[in-house]
């Protein structure tokens, strides 16, 4: 572990004098607006949301932490798979049906990972990444207030993510509420390790974040490639700067300690 802290202390520190070297990123151009509300959505984390989390994670058995997570996972599952067939990913997006089948049926709701244990993959897609598996720009970085890092093509969207979360419509209201920050806090208490490590490891957070965020992104957009039939997207992720070794384990889809409140269909997994 100490040795994995000094290689991304190194790497950051160099990432940070690059950056004073070669002026502002092109793939960042609101960088004071982002950092502003990187800030504020930082101290809602530490004041309220992660204390919360932390408390979950030692007062709940892992089993029902598991639980939880499985069944806004299978919720998330839907979505995945009308995006999945959107794209064309006819295989992974009946994949995607069987795994909301078995899982709410056989595996009670979803709280057992059945279609898992049986061998079927987990995906993740979202319209912005359908978007942008059929070429739309992603523009640049942006910080939501709460959500934390997206793009500007991924913040046009996501009421459009919000809306086909089947979480959504479920009554009564009182139920849906609570269901919804057990969720938030779920998630969060699942990325504590790793926003422990990212906090001792990064100088400065917030490029650290944006970087891995900005490669991770391009990488589920499409599916490992550069780009659509192998041209990379433009303009923001050809002139992000690589991500540093370990971002894209602590950033996750929202990076740990950033995205507050995920927007539930667009984060199967993580915040």
């Known amino acids: 572990m100490s040795k994995l802290r000094t290689i991304a202390l190194t790497v950051a520190a160099s990432a ?17 607006y982002n950092r502003a509300m990187f800030n504020f959505n930082d101290k809602v984390d530490t004041y309220a949301l992660k204390p919360v989390a932390t408390v979950y994670k ?27 067939l959107m794209q064309g990913k006819f295989g992974d997006g009946m ?25 079927l993959q987990k995906h993740k897609e979202d319209f912005g990444q359908t978007l942008g598996y059929y070429g739309m720009p992603s523009g640049p970085y942006f910080v939501l ?7 500007v093509r991924d913040a046009v969207v996501l009421p459009v993510d919000i809306a086909a979360d089947p979480w959504q419509y479920k009554d ?29 490891a990064a100088l400065d957070r917030y490029e650290f974040i944006r970087d891995g965020y900005l490669q991770r992104r391009q990488h589920q957009v ?17 002139d992000a700067a690589p991500a540093k070794p370990g971002a894209e384990q602590a950033s996750a889809d929202e990076p740990a300690g950033q995205a507050i409140m995920p927007a539930p269909a667009a984060s199967n ?3």
Not at 95 to 119: C, H, K, P, Q, Y
Not at 145 to 151: A, F, I, Q, V
Not at 228 to 237: F, N
């Open 145 to 151: 207030p709460l959500l934390g890092p997206s793009t």
């Open 222 to 238: 499409y599916d490992g490639e550069d780009g659509p039939r192998g041209k990379s997207e433009k303009p923001a992720q050809d």
């Open 172 to 200: 009564p209201v009182h139920v849906r509420n609570t269901g919804t920050v057990l969720r938030v806090v779920d998630q969060r208490a699942a990325l504590l390790d790793a926003s422990t490590l990212l906090e001792d």
């Open 58 to 84: 030692n007062v709940t058995p892992s089993f029902v932490q598991t639980g939880v997570g499985n069944f806004f996972a299978n919720l998330g599952d839907v979505w995945t798979a009308a995006n999945n």
């Open 95 to 119: 994949s995607d049906v069987m795994r909301v089948g078995i899982n709410s049926t056989f595996g009670l709701l979803g709280v057992l990972d059945i279609a898992s244990e049986a061998g």
């Open 16 to 32: 940070v004098l690059a950056g004073c070297a070669t002026g502002p990123n092109p793939a960042d151009p609101y960088e004071g």
């Open 269 to 271: 997994a993580s915040l």
